[in-house]
T-cell receptor
Framework: SQTIHQWPATLVQPVGSPLSLECTVEGTSNPNLYWYRQAAGRGLQLLFYSVGIGQISSEVPQNLSASRPQDRQFILSSKKLLLSDSGFYLC?????????????FGPGTRLTVL | QKEVEQNSGPLSVPEGAIASLNCTYSDRGSQSFFWYRQYSGKSPELIMFIYSNGDKEDGRFTAQLNKASQYVSLLIRDSQPSDSATYLCAVNDYKLSFGAGTTVTVRA
């Protein structure tokens, strides 16, 4: 069966510090991968998605970036965090062949920027 | 810009009652529709998906889709306190667009 991991689970960072969040998927190959952010009491905002290694599409211009160095690894980064980057970051995957398939979410990383 | 609209709630229902959640979407070309449940502090989990007009039942959950009217709904029958959560509607064209969610509270 497929599983998706995210770490760290929680993170408290000062403004201006760098960020690296990691997501890995097990039990599947060539998944589509997604990064979402959920601000407190808000809906899910799609940040990035990837249909393959090295292929990244950005949905929202901001100080975040994403990379996919391996088939089942997706990384979210920032060089300098802003207060507005606080939120619940979710990685999701879907089988790669049909993009309309349902998405499955990882456990999330709760980021607080102080 | 595609939009997915949900009543934010909160929706409070007594235990054993039917909870009815509605969702409208703006992109007439949308092909697949999903309902996720999100407990406080947790990630969303898929509970239903529907692709065709009409009803789809899974246990106590029924999803209803009307593409002509561009709405999708979720009925929760025999509501239980464990159903208290935020329910997210998602609509898929080439990516998922989520509504802001409806918070449901089931009163024991």
């Amino acid at each position: 069966s497929q599983t998706i991991h995210q770490w760290p689970a929680t993170l408290v960072q000062p403004v201006g510090s760098p960020l690296s969040l990691e997501c890995t998927v097990e039990g599947t190959s060539n998944p589509n991968l997604y990064w979402y952010r959920q601000a407190a009491g808000r809906g899910l905002q799609l940040l990035f998605y990837s249909v393959g290694i090295g292929q990244i599409s950005s949905e929202v211009p901001q100080n975040l970036s994403a990379s996919r160095p391996q088939d089942r690894q997706f990384i979210l980064s920032s060089k300098k965090l802003l207060l507005s980057d606080s939120g619940f970051y979710l990685c999701a995957w879907t089988p790669g062949l049909q993009i309309e398939n349902e998405q499955f979410f990882g456990p999330g990383t709760r980021l607080t920027v102080l | 810009q595609k939009e997915v609209e949900q009543n934010s709630g909160p929706l409070s229902v007594p235990e054993g009652a039917i909870a009815s959640l509605n969702c409208t979407y703006s992109d007439r070309g949308s092909q697949s529709f999903f309902w996720y449940r999100q407990y406080s502090g947790k990630s969303p989990e898929l509970i239903m998906f529907i692709y065709s007009n009409g009803d789809k039942e899974d246990g106590r959950f029924t999803a209803q889709l009307n593409k002509a009217s561009q709405y999708v709904s979720l009925l929760i029958r025999d509501s239980q306190p464990s159903d208290s959560a935020t329910y997210l509607c998602a609509v898929n064209d080439y990516k998922l667009s989520f509504g802001a969610g409806t918070t449901v509270t089931v009163r024991a």
